[in-house]
């Protein structure tokens, strides 16, 4: 796409037409053929505490993941095998995804954050053969005592280590794999939905999701690549945004990506390392953005920051931030809505003309979104309804591993169906008001906990908060706020009253919370998901 005149929507929309090609790898798309053209272009930047950023070029990763696909293939992983890859954002990541892709295996990403009994679900559930990991990863392997029969290999990428095979060693050894002649629909990537509304499943994508994502990703990432352009997340490779928001696009570019090895978000590294790798475009999620809203004078502190594009995405962004990240930054940040089943559908995008605060965007050219009613009937704009999207569509998953009841579920017609609300304005913007067991049913009103939590966050004492409905017998159900307060600010009763009357007065009086619990820390998933399943078994 090219970029836009600031008002250009439509036209985009209008012209858009997909290019999906008969076959198509995605070590090819994001390795290869870049290695071919310059083996020495920079593909990751690596920091590390305390270390100057280290450069792998497009020539070393297409080496490193030949060596470990012939490592693999010679272990017996064959096209089709699920290949977990237990890393942090690193070298070995990409190197195991580039590898996997080779094979025409399936890459299963997993995060570091989980424990045993999380990796050994997805683990057993998929009947992965094998998985890359590094030392944390095989301590918790090591805690798994029930049997995993179909994993057969386990390679460490931090030495030898007993049942394991030698990352470092695979590597040196070398190796020549080409990529697989696959077609964009063969099985390449799965990728397990954050259980936020029950037992994580298994999204069985084909290599046409990477496709299917860059356009979006250059329509909010105004004009990418341009010169200079180098990416930036703090998210986990682990996770769809992480991944297919950021990492992938940007290498199918021929975009670096800087990747920082941590398990940990702090939001001052975070403006550190900005200014210090020169990162042009970025995608935070909304929790680490609003983590990093709590530092003080980012651009006074770190002023060499010049960054260039920013998206969000994985909740709805508060209101606030988007004049907090024109301030922090220089830029306005661009939202995206999208699940890890079909990702990237709506979003804002400043340089073509469409950003309202409050509301997610409109649909990402090249792809129909739409608002049903429980009947599945399409709702007028100002009335609430499930988000869906039509297939077929690149970025539309597969199916769920060996779950078709679900699958089938999964659609209506020709529609996804999301469980997601949402209600349109009479200019086509999206706003989001959250999963269908997430809204909130008071007394005959249907609230958006988003909206709540919007709100809550403009509170000077309020660092994070979560919106849930709670039981009442007069109302249906009441609204309940769960409080994380920014450090130094003490607990009170007349705390707790004058927030639930912030909300009152800026929103309305069926909107404001009646319950007030102050916490020391929400429920998130490693994605940074308020689990608002675990708040609501609170009462």
Sequence with gaps: MAPGDGGDYERLRREFRWDIPERFNIAEAICDRWAALDPARPAILTKRPGAPLQTTTFGELRAASQALAAGLKASGVVSGDRVAILLPQGVEAMVAHVAVSRLAAVA?????????????????????????????????????????????IVVSTDGAAEGALDYGAIVKAGGEVPPARTTPDDPALMIYTSGTTGAPKGALHGGRVLLGH???????????????????????????????????????????????PATKFDPEAAFALIEEAGIRNAFIPPTAMRLMAQVADPRGRWPGMRLRTLVSAGERLVEASFDWSREAFGVQVNEVYGQTECNYVLASALSHGVSRAGFTGKPVPGHEVALFDAEGRAVPPGTPGEIRVRRPDPVMFLEYWNMPEATAEKFDGEWLVTGDQAVMDEDGYFRFLGRDDDVITSSGYRIGPSDVEDCLAKHPAVAL???????????????????QLKPGVKRSEKLAK???????????????PREVEFVDALPLTTTGKIIRRQLRERG
């Excluded at 010169?227 to 998210?235: I, Q």
């Design 465 to 483: 908060s979560a919106v849930v409905g709670k039981p009442d017998e007069m109302r249906t159900e009441i609204i309940k706020a769960f409080v």
């Design 498 to 512: 004058e927030l639930s009357r912030f909300v009152r007065e800026r929103l309305s009086a069926h909107e404001y």
């Design 108 to 152: 299963m990403p997993l995060a570091l954050a989980f424990g045993p009994d999380a990796i050994f679900y997805r683990l057993a559930d998929s009947g992965a053969a094998g998985i890359v990991t590094n030392a944390a990863g095989l301590a918790k392997l090591s805690e798994i005592a029930e049997p995993l029969p179909e994993l057969r």
């Design 214 to 260: 860059v356009p979006g990703f250059r329509y909010t990432h105004d004009g990418f690549p341009a010169e200079g352009d180098l990416g930036w997340t703090p998210a986990d490779w682990a996770w769809a945004g992480g991944l297919l928001n950021l990492a992938m696009p940007c290498l199918f570019d021929g975009v670096a990506v800087v990747a920082q």
